[in-house]
Structures are given as structure tokens and as C-alpha cells.
């Protein structure tokens, strides 16, 4: 009898807890029922209706599918779209794992590399159409960079590629989306315990092996976090590449945008089912080169 008392007791807690975590979980899980689940159903039922010039009626069809993956236009914006994508993904890299090595390894004082990662987020401060379109006058044809390199004789006639072209654009995306790429970065950094690599060099090891096998495999969580934000911001750009581009660069963001302007619901729901569809298989693709639960 006094076993049953005990086994009541301790169980009565268990079942107090259980139902509590529940209702903390409850509200984050309304909230994404209510605004992630239930629009990305409507998105996918809206695709299926029939599309005609002027107005569209819920009857399902797959015309807007065929006619998507049949058009050159959209098929040509989803090519762009994962092209930019995985330049911009590679150049935000490229610049931005250099920057976070020296903030999180090279600089050893906490305050000071605080600081210059609060220096990095700085062109947050002001807005977004701001700091794409203060691009403007550096890449135009009369812009600072092409004035810089007339003086110093490198050019004799100004670059017209650097403004509204595919390189304008990726230039745009690297420096505004560069910065989630060195806070992860520069955060896995940070925790790298220093004796490790003191132990490295005292046994004869060059920077490049410790870098290469102990710097990099630690670091790679944040690279993962960091590809994961560019990732998702860069696939679902509209803005940069209207703005600096002259919309010569279409993507599929700038599709939907427009496919939403002309009142042409079913195709937009279409690009944004493709769109959704890619950004998912990037992220479960990103999320399988390292355990996050694990590292960090």
C-alpha cells in the first residue's frame, strides 16, 4: 500500500510538469499553425485555381503548373534565382569567414571584438531601400568606383557592367546579407578553446593544418547558420535586384511580386509554392552537412 502512496506521488509531478510544458508550447505552436501552416496550405489550394486574364475562380486545375513549368519566363527566373543564389551564398562566404576569423580568434579581447561585430551591423540602422540604393551612384557609369579607376589609369572608359546587371546584384546582396554570415561565424569561433591550437603549434603544426583541421570542423556549425540565413533571405529577394538591376534581372521573388500587381493569384501562388519548396530543400540540405542539436 505505501508503494502505491509512494508511485502516486512521484507521479503526480511528472503529469503537473507534462501538461504544463504544454501550455507554455501551446501559443508558438497557434502561432505558427495560424501563420506558417495555414497560409503555405492556402498558397498550395490557390495554385490549383483556374487562372483566366481578368479573374480567377476556385476550380481546380493544373493549368497554372503546366503553363509555369512550360514558360521559358518563369522557368528562366528560377534559374536566375538559384544562380544568384549560390554566388552570393559563396561570396558572402568568401568575405565573410576571413572577417569572423579575426573577430573570434585573432582578436583576444572580448570588449574590443564585440565591438567591431557591433561595427559590422552598423548599415542596419538605417533602411533597407537605403543602404540597396546608396549602390547607385558607386557603380553607376559615372559612379565613384569607375571615377577612382579613370584617375589611377587602370580603366580608360567607364564599366558599365557594375550597374543594373546580374554583377550589381550580387555585389548588393554580398554587402547587405555579409553580416549573417560573420556573427554565427565569429560566434563558434569564440568558442574555440585557445589551448587546442597552443597544443597544435607546440607540436610542429603549420596554421594551415591547424586551420584546416581544427579551426574549420569547429567553425562549421556557424557556416551552416550563416548559409541557412543567407540562404533564405537571398531566394526570397525582390527589392535588390529591381533596384539595381533596371529589372533586367528577374527573380522569383520579383514574379510573384508582379504576378500579385497584375491580380494573376494562382500563377504567384505557384512561383511562391516553387519558391517555398526550394528554400526547404536548401535548409534540410544545409542541416544534413551538421547536427546543430548536437554542436551547438
Not at 63 to 88: C, E, H, K, M, P
Not at 101 to 128: A, D, R
Not at 179 to 186: D, K, L, N, R, S
Request: aromatic residues 10%.
Amino acid at each position: 500500500m505505501a508503494a502505491i502512496t509512494e508511485t502516486e506521488s512521484t507521479s503526480a509531478p511528472t503529469v503537473r510538469n507534462s501538461r504544463t510544458g504544454l501550455w507554455l508550447l501551446a501559443p508558438g505552436v497557434i502561432w505558427m499553425l495560424l501563420f506558417l501552416v495555414l497560409p503555405i496550405l492556402m498558397m498550395v489550394y490557390v495554385s490549383f485555381w483556374t487562372q483566366t486574364t481578368f479573374k480567377i475562380e476556385p476550380k481546380l486545375t493544373l493549368q497554372s503548373w503546366i503553363t509555369f513549368f512550360s514558360s521559358d519566363t518563369y522557368l528562366g527566373a528560377l534559374w536566375t534565382t538559384v544562380r544568384i543564389w549560390l554566388t552570393v551564398l559563396a561570396a558572402t562566404l568568401l568575405v565573410g569567414y576571413p572577417a569572423a576569423l579575426f573577430v573570434g580568434l585573432f582578436v583576444k579581447n572580448k570588449t574590443l571584438s564585440t565591438v567591431l561585430l557591433v561595427l559590422c551591423v552598423i548599415p542596419f540602422w538605417t533602411s533597407f531601400l537605403i543602404r540597396v540604393l546608396a549602390w547607385r551612384p558607386m557603380l553607376g557609369k559615372e559612379g565613384a568606383i569607375n571615377m577612382i579607376l579613370l584617375k589611377l589609369g587602370v580603366i580608360t572608359q567607364p564599366i558599365e557592367v557594375l550597374l543594373f546587371s546580374d554583377l550589381s546584384v550580387i555585389i548588393g546582396m554580398t554587402q547587405i546579407y555579409c553580416v549573417f554570415m560573420v556573427g554565427p561565424i565569429a560566434f563558434m569561433l569564440g568558442r574555440i578553446d585557445p589551448s587546442i591550437i597552443e597544443a597544435a603549434q607546440d607540436l610542429g603544426a603549420s596554421f594551415w593544418r591547424i586551420f584546416r583541421t581544427i579551426i574549420l570542423p569547429l567553425s562549421m556549425p556557424g557556416v551552416v547558420v550563416g548559409a541557412i540565413f543567407v540562404s533564405v533571405m537571398v531566394l526570397g529577394e525582390f527589392a535588390t535586384s529591381a533596384a539595381l538591376s533596371g529589372r533586367k534581372v528577374n527573380l522569383l521573388g520579383n514574379i510573384i511580386v508582379t504576378q500579385v500587381g497584375s491580380l494573376k493569384w494562382a500563377f504567384a501562388a505557384v512561383a511562391g509554392v516553387v519558391l517555398t519548396i526550394l528554400m526547404g530543400a536548401v535548409v534540410a540540405t544545409l542541416l544534413r552537412v551538421v547536427d546543430l542539436r548536437k554542436e551547438l
